[in-house]
């Protein structure tokens, strides 16, 4: 997942300033872990491709202040298209950092039946690792009394399923919200 | 080898006044004996739902349900289906009465009519000590702990020697380890009598001893795509293959 993905959606919601766009972006993925610097070159680089556009807004400080005019940054129609192919284009799944998430957050309505599917396609992956894992780890003997080292290993083996569980758990609440809303605005899904 | 048991394009819903609510959409699964599937699901999947159409406690609105190739047997809206001799249902609820003086004469119930009390209570020592809990044969269910009442519910199921054992949620209610034991009595039930086992869990940890596992959502049960990437289907290699 790209930063610039994030500032575009970002932008397509709200033509922002640089600094706006930096701030927003902390509120809406504080776990993010992107440095402000990083923003300002994604910008540059989405207005070098043409996906967004940055017009001379007013300067710091009002119209006498000084410095360089800030820029307000809004988005292309090349800029909505090249979102929508991000938005229904494979999110991989990683551990770190959800790209499935961050389209969640930042996709309109209409885009939403994609990101169903790829909640689906993402839940198979997990099962597809959980069967992964539950086949790599050795089953205890089937006595009723595990010994420690037995039952050490079962818990180190639940950590690990435990997560796949999590992210699983939360794909299918979060396709049963996306539903549940799409039924409610009348959309067939 | 065919399989012991069949979930074929299994469709059902529950009506609340004219609000359907459907639960499974189109399940597939299929299980031969000597196998553990496990199926994990969170609340209002549909898992129990799944579960008692396995055992013949329902049936499918559309879809076919086939214990060793034969279909079950449909039953009209509201009578209540009898259970197959050869399926065992866990049934976690108990005696639901105080008429049963202990547990040893609630686990010899379904042998009644089929061997003398005698022998009826001799068998059902015999599973209670298989599974773990034979100093609970002279107890009351009440007086049960909650790991003792689960796997006197599994011995109760198995009394009688079922080719089939369904088991829906067994593990609730229990700690790490007695789930982790209770699994593994399972298992070892699919591998040294060749009981083929259907499973529902509400935690995942327990998909673990299991042959293939699934997720129920949506009333689409999720699988991995190995062995053959198929929509829905669970299928499974032999023993043999599964290493």
Known sequence: MALKHAVLGLVIERPSYGYQLAQRLDERFPSGGWQKAGIYGALDSLEGAGLVAGNAGRRRGGDTGRGPPRKVYRVTEPGRGFFRDWIRGPSPFSPSRQELDMKIQLANPELWPALIDQSWGQESYCIAELQTLTRATQRPSSGLSLTWAETSAVLQRNAEIKLLEVRIAWLQEARQAMKLMLERCGRAV | MSALLSL????????????????????????????????????????????????????????????????????????????????????????????????????????????????????????????????????????????????????????????????????????????????????????????????????????????????????????????????????????????
Not at chain 2, 133 to 154: F, M, Y
Not at chain 2, 173 to 185: F, K, S
Not at chain 2, 187 to 212: F, K, N
Request: hydrophobic residues 40%; contains cysteine; proline residues 6%.
């Open chain 2, 8 to 243: 074929d394009h299994v469709h059902k819903s529950h009506w609340r006044g004219p609000h359907e609510n459907v639960v499974l959409a189109d399940v597939s699964l299929h299980l031969r004996a000597g196998e553990l599937v496990a199926i994990w699901g969170q609340r209002g999947a549909g898992k129990t739902t799944l579960a008692r159409l396995a055992a013949g406690l329902e049936s499918p609105d559309r879809g076919e349900v086939r214990f060793r190739g034969e279909e079950m047997t449909r039953t009209s809206r509201g009578s209540t289906p009898l259970l197959h001799d050869r399926i065992g249902w866990v049934r976690r609820a108990g005696p639901g009465s105080d008429e049963f003086s202990n547990i040893a004469d609630y686990v010899a119930l379904p042998l009644l009519g089929m061997h003398s009390p005698r022998s009826a209570r001799r068998r059902a020592g015999a599973v209670l000590r298989r599974v773990g809990v034979s100093e609970c044969a002279e107890a009351h269910w009440k007086s049960l702990t909650d790991g003792q009442r689960t796997l006197v519910s599994i011995a109760h199921a198995l009394v009688r020697e079922p080719a089939l054992l369904v088991a829906d949620d067994p593990t609730a209610y229990l700690n790490v380890l007695q789930r982790e034991e209770v699994m593994g009595l399972l298992r070892s039930a699919c591998d040294e009598e060749g009981l083929g086992i259907l499973v529902t869990v509400p935690d995942m940890p327990e998909l673990a001893r299991a042959d293939q596992i699934g997720s129920l959502s949506d009333g689409r049960l999720v699988v991995p795509p190995d062995p053959e990437p198929r929509k829905n289907v669970i299928d499974f290699p032999g023993r043999e293959q599964l290493g």
